[in-house]
């Protein structure tokens, strides 16, 4: 069974396998880590997930039997991020992905957005991010803008309140 879970010092070993797949570099989207973050010790790794609880916005775990198999979080409508980055980013370590694990939990973090007032969500993704594209057709979500960002170029979509749940 998926679940979504909040960040908790007691996945430290399961999260930390997760985190070995996708190698170095702080490329986990959803994950909510630094540079300045010690995710390898069992105390900066509790230092972090408390500064994760603590923040503003959410940040869940995708995990199914034990094995952490994503990360998801949702930015709350005043962080400056938002603008950006759009209000949710995600991860699924490279062994997960391919299996619905990423529209999953994105329909549950839709449903938390509803329930608190966030309407439209705003998802930011680059033009090459076949996965998320084909999220965003799924959940009918309209494509805003496209835009330039340096070398790469990102799509701005708008997901409503009234969005289609998929399948
Ligand atoms: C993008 C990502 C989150 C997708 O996760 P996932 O669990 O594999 O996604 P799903 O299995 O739910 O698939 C969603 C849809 O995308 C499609 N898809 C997923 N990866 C794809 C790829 N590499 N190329 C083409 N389509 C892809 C799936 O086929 C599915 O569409 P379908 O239902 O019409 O078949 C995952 O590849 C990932 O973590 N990538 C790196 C981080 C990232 O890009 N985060 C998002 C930033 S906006």
Redesign the pocket.
């Known amino acids: 069974m998926l679940e979504l879970v909040r960040p908790q010092v007691g996945l430290h070993e399961a999260w930390s396998d997760a985190h070995a797949e996708w190698g170095p570099g702080l490329?986990?989207?959803?994950f909510g880590i630094t540079p300045y973050d010690d995710v390898e010790t069992d105390d900066g790794f509790r230092t972090w997930a408390g500064r994760l609880i603590a923040r503003r916005g959410a940040y869940w775990w995708i995990v199914q039997d034990g094995r952490v198999?994503?990360g998801i979080a949702l930015r709350s409508p005043g962080d400056e991020g938002v603008q950006q980055l759009?209000h949710?980013?995600?991860?699924?370590?490279?062994s997960?992905?391919?299996?619905?694990?990423?529209?999953?939990?994105?329909g549950q973090v839709l449903s938390h957005a509803s329930r608190i007032g966030i309407d439209p969500v705003v998802?930011?993704?680059?033009e090459d991010?076949?996965?998320?594209?084909?999220?965003m057709?799924?959940y009918s979500a309209t494509l805003v803008s496209t835009e330039r960002r340096g070398s790469v170029r990102v799509r701005r979509y708008a997901v409503s309140r009234s969005h289609k749940r998929?399948g």
Do not use: F, K, Q, S
């Not at 997960?96 to 994105?106: H, I, K, Q, S």
């Open positions: 490329h986990e989207d959803g198999l994503g759009g949710v980013g995600y991860g699924i370590r490279p997960a992905r391919g299996r619905g694990v990423a529209t999953w939990a994105l998802i930011v993704c680059r991010n076949a996965g998320t594209i084909a999220m057709e799924h998929p």
